[in-house]
């Protein structure tokens, strides 16, 4: 229900608005809260931070109607002002309009009058709402997405592109913050999801930094895919980079914990595309095939603080980074034991 300001000295006005706008009062279509002066207009102002719309005489006591009018629109430039005075001249029209009044009314009130003007400004401020939820939302959007994506996907060749996929050479990386899960049974969700976002973000600028791009979170994991040159190596080093961050954050004393991770990667040919429903409208794009199941399955062989690749990307990197074999393991799902390393630095 719109809230509707009326500031002005004539205790009159009062019970004529109620008078005239009793129908619609009582069908709850307009609330009209009342002020003597500017000063006490401000008062009620920030007890209602949803109001839409000021009526303001100009002549009151204390604090005038053009003097509100520029403390509004400093305060909230959402709430119009529409001036209902006596004082009709010209100048004081230019004042108030250069001083940001919507619309000017001239006393005494014609009341149909006053009613089309209430509609046409409260239609203004709901259009000025809409305007500011799309340009909020938009900005959102380009958090998440790439200002290219984001001119594609109003393109023709949008929609056909949904179904495309390619299979590429990549790296998957998993990682994990370590008995996470039983700070989320015991504390409030706000402070769960702050402590969760502040680990993300130390995982995130490595990621990028390093030339990665987040596939997704999941809970209180993350994957993350390489491509390109030397997409292993550059996997491995934000691995290397991720958990000595991690490592160097300080306890959180209130809940007694440190942040430790445990990390899986593997490197080979995925399928890269769309996947989800058309039908649903909800399509992610990510990378899927046995590279990105083997990496979730190492990770979850992987303990606190460990790195935990197979064999096959062992051999790739041993020339670079000291490993340590840890030895034959049965992974999920998978028919042949794997021959697992740790990455130590």
Do not use: W
């Not at 109620?18 to 009620?44: H, M, P, S």
């Not at 895919?225 to 190596?233: G, I, N, P, R, T």
Request: aromatic fraction near 8%; proline fraction near 3%.
């Amino acid at each position: 229900m719109p809230k509707i300001l009326v500031a002005d000295d004539e205790v009159d006005l009062e019970m004529l608005i109620k008078q005239k706008f009793r129908r619609q009062i009582r069908e709850n279509k307009y609330e009209f809260l009342f002020a003597l002066n500017g000063n006490q207009a401000l008062d009620v102002v920030h007890k209602n931070p949803d109001i839409e719309v000021v009526l303001s005489d100009i002549n009151m006591p204390g604090m005038d109607g053009l003097s509100l009018l520029s403390k509004l629109n400093e305060e909230s430039p959402l709430i119009k002002t529409v001036m209902v005075s006596a004082y009709g001249d010209m100048g004081n029209i230019r004042t108030a309009m250069n001083r940001g009044a919507f619309d000017f009314i001239c006393k005494p009130v014609n009341f149909d009058d006053l009613e089309a003007t209430i509609e046409k400004t409260l239609l203004h401020v709901l259009q000025l709402k809409e305007t500011l939820k799309a340009i909020k939302e938009n900005n959102i959007l380009k958090m998440y997405v790439d200002e290219t994506v984001l001119k594609f996907m109003n393109s023709q060749e949008f929609e056909e592109s949904l179904t495309l996929n390619e299979a590429i050479e990549a790296t998957v990386v998993f990682i994990d913050i370590c008995s996470f899960t039983s700070i989320t049974e015991k504390e409030p969700a706000d402070k769960v999801v702050k402590l969760l976002n502040r680990y993300f973000d130390v995982m995130v600028e490595e990621i990028l930094s390093h030339g990665g791009f987040v596939d997704k979170f999941m809970g209180d994991a993350v994957m993350a895919v390489f491509k390109d040159e030397y997409h292993l190596d550059r996997a491995v080093e934000t691995c290397l980079a991720v958990r000595n961050k991690i490592n160097s954050l300080p306890v959180f004393e209130e809940l007694n914990f440190s942040p430790k991770v445990s990390i899986g990667l593997h490197s080979g040919e995925v399928i890269s595309g769309n996947i989800g429903s058309a039908k649903l409208r909800r399509l992610d794009y990510t990378v899927i095939g046995d590279v990105v199941n083997t990496a979730q399955r190492l990770q979850s062989s992987a303990k606190e603080g460990q790195i935990i690749i197979n064999e096959s990307c062992y051999e790739k990197i041993r020339e670079s980074f000291d490993c340590l074999i840890i030895g034959e393991m049965k992974l999920k799902n998978k028919l042949m034991p794997n021959i697992l390393y740790e990455v130590l630095n």
